[in-house]
């Protein structure tokens, strides 16, 4: 079966962190590039964070950049969302998905060019 698994998702302090993974299951995930979104009650999807196969460059959306890292380990066919200083709005379900269309992150992180949709996991902030 193709698709992501994410975990590590919880409760954090406002300012502290938390890593997420998302473990890729059915297929290579170094063929993609591949992103991290996110989703608030009551608002849209968005697409915060992106890496590239190969070089690994990376993309940021501009309120996470600074704060986020992401990173793979293709040998664990795992992708990672590193969170520091965490900030209220932060507070979302956390999805990540594969661009079967391009090697390379663009300018932004767009959902619907993205598939092999995991689950989410959920982040929740507290003051």
């Known amino acids: 079966q193709v698709q992501f698994v994410e975990s590590g998702g919880g409760l954090v302090q406002s300012g502290g962190s938390l890593r997420l993974s998302c473990a890729a299951s059915?297929?290579?995930?170094?063929?993609?590039?591949i992103g991290w979104f996110r989703q608030a009650p009551g608002k849209e999807r968005e697409g915060i964070a992106c890496?590239?196969?190969?070089?690994?460059?990376?993309y940021y959306l501009d309120s996470v950049k600074g704060r986020f890292t992401i990173s793979k380990d293709n040998a664990k066919n795992t992708v990672f969302l590193q969170m520091s200083n965490v900030k209220p709005e932060d507070a979302a379900d956390y999805y990540c998905?594969?661009?079967?269309?391009?090697?390379?992150?663009?300018?932004?992180?767009?959902?619907?060019?993205?598939?092999?949709w995991g689950q989410g996991t959920q982040v929740s902030v507290s003051p």
């Open positions: 059915g297929f290579f995930l170094d063929y993609y590039a």
């Open positions: 998905a594969a661009n079967l269309m391009r090697t390379r992150c663009s300018g932004t992180v767009i959902s619907h060019e993205y598939s092999y």
């Open positions: 890496i590239s196969t190969r070089d690994e460059t990376t």
